[in-house]
Every structure is written in structure tokens, then in C-alpha cells.
């Protein structure tokens, strides 16, 4: 359904240029997507400076109805992926 929450996990030195390709489109069609490093309307980051990173991370995680992951060879290096 258009309206699933999707979240895109992937290793920001080798998946981020795919992982914004795969937003772009995912928006396009109408589907809700959340990257941790998306810029609103105003250039503010989705995590603004203060707030607890892994926190929000979890939240968005929690509230996805999928999670995609971009599946590079550097992603399963990063703890973060995990």
C-alpha cells in the first residue's frame, strides 16, 4: 500500500548514491521513506544536533512497515547496519 513507512539502512561510503536513487523513486510513486540523513524542506537533517541519534533511529525503525536495506560490501562492516 502507498501508505507503508519505509526505512532505508544502508552504508553511507558505498550505498548512499543507491540508497538516495531508491528514496527518489520510492517517493515518486507515493510511499513514505525515511533516510537518516534526509533533508526537510527548510536543508534540517532528519536528526537535528542534540538529539539522541540511536533513539530516533529505533523509533523510525519501530514505526516502519519495511525496512530496506542496501546491500553493499562495505554494509555488513558497519555497526550501525547491523
Known amino acids: 500500500p502507498k501508505d507503508m513507512d519505509i526505512f532505508i539502512s544502508h552504508k553511507k561510503s558505498d550505498g548512499e548514491g543507491l540508497a538516495i536513487q531508491l528514496r527518489d523513486i520510492l517517493k515518486t510513486e507515493g510511499f513514505s521513506v525515511w533516510m ?3 533533508r526537510d524542506d527548510d536543508d534540517e537533517g532528519n536528526i537535528k544536533v542534540g ?3 540511536q533513539t530516533i533511529i529505533k523509533n523510525n525503525v519501530e514505526n516502519s ?15 550501525w547496519v547491523h
Open 51 to 53: 538529539e539522541d541519534r
Open 65 to 79: 512497515s519495511l525496512i530496506l536495506l542496501v546491500d553493499t560490501s562495505q554494509a555488513n562492516q558497519s555497526k
Open 36 to 38: 537518516d540523513e534526509d
